[in-house]
């Protein structure tokens, strides 16, 4: 597959400031591309890689334009990152579904799978499940009774969709994720069962459902708990990274970013364009207001307003915390410090006491 310039910069939104004619076969990075593909730069440290770079196109902003070296042709775009994942789509395209189902997937009589779908071998399909047009079911997926599946998803090996969950168009789901695993219910029972006296903890059913929108994509070992009661939602366009933790009940918003590691603790809702970034933890029955970000291994423990910007454990207004960690390294000299004024403090006290004492 390869574009012109002149093809490329159309399709990606971007003006290019040289021959229209080239040929593109790929995108590639500022350090391996080669003159027939198109790299992008957009962060300063790489100005050293840009500068070298022997691609034959490089994507940038006006204001960088200036040091694409002369042997290739600048890609001058809005949005330079945006423009690479248009131009890195155009030669990596999403696969497409290839209507029909392996005779060794195993799809229950009362299920219901669109013609356009694709089920790949080692797939179980469950009672009264839905599979929507052109939706991708890859080796190993578990798609259980009664759950719905829309158009244009792609469950990729070994995702598992559990009972009565729903998942609308253009979701994706990452290998061994997990949709409607049990929340994390007991309650503690000080008496127990007649034949098993003696305190518990008594599992609560979790009885709800995942609902996941439309264009949600979740990673690979991901698991969004189902609700207690009602639903848990993953809204619009939200993306969830690897290894993130959801619990019952919780709600997120549309074009969340919840970044790997993170974990969100039950009945917690997360407003539109929240991030979490990787390890962030967050307490239950909290809310997290739209467009505000968590700094990496923060500890959220009360309510976030829109728009914050919090760090730390528990977490505080971003800048207080970068004050707080500028003086970190400097604690122990600023103890001995006030120890040693304290000490100071004493023997002038004491001075100044015997001197009363004398007169």
């Not at 040091?67 to 600048?74: I, R």
């Not at 779908?117 to 997926?141: D, E, L, N």
């Not at 467009?291 to 454990?313: E, F, K, L, N, Y």
């Amino acid at each position: 597959m390869e574009f012109s310039l002149a093809e490329l910069s159309s399709r990606i939104s971007a003006r290019h400031s040289a021959s229209a004619q080239q040929q593109i076969t790929g995108v590639a990075s500022l350090e391996s591309a080669g003159a027939d593909k198109c790299a992008f730069y957009a962060n300063p440290r790489y100005k050293k890689q840009l500068l070298a770079t022997r691609a034959g196109a490089v994507i940038v902003s006006e204001d960088d334009a200036a040091l694409v070296p002369a042997t290739a042709t600048a890609l001058i775009a809005a949005q330079p990152y945006v423009a690479f994942a248009k131009a890195s789509a155009l030669f990596h395209p999403a696969p497409v579904a290839v209507a029909g189902i392996s005779p060794h997937a195993l799809v229950h009589p009362d299920a219901t799978v669109d013609p356009t779908a694709q089920i790949f071998a080692g797939t179980v399909i469950g009672p009264h499940a839905t599979i929507g047009p052109r939706t991708i079911v890859r080796p190993g997926v578990q798609v259980l009774a009664f759950a719905q599946i829309g158009a244009d998803c792609l469950l990729h090996a070994g995702a598992v969709v559990r009972e009565r969950c729903i998942l609308g168009d253009r979701v994706t789901l990452q290998p061994n994720c997990v949709i409607g695993s049990d929340g994390f219910g007991f309650a503690f029972d000080l008496e127990g069962d007649p034949e098993n006296p003696g305190p518990m903890h008594r599992k609560v059913p979790q009885a709800g459902i995942v609902r996941i929108e439309d264009d949600v994509e979740i990673g690979a070992c991901t698991c969004i708990d189902r609700a207690t009661l009602g639903e848990t939602v993953i809204g619009r366009g939200a993306k969830i990274d690897n290894l993130v933790q959801v619990a019952h009940n919780v709600q997120v918003g549309p074009l969340s970013l919840l970044v790997a590691q993170s974990g969100v603790s039950g009945s917690t809702t997360l407003g539109a364009g929240v991030v979490l970034a990787g390890q962030v933890g967050v307490v239950g029955h909290l809310h997290i207001g739209d467009g505000a970000r968590i700094g990496a291994q923060s500890g959220v423990s009360r309510d976030v307003p829109d728009g914050a910007t919090m760090s730390g454990s528990p977490a505080i207004d971003h800048r207080d915390w970068l004050r707080l960690s500028a003086s970190l390294p400097r604690l122990a000299e600023l103890v001995r410090d006030v120890k040693r004024l304290s000490s100071r403090v004493s023997e002038l006290e004491a001075a100044l006491d015997a001197e009363r004492r004398s007169r």
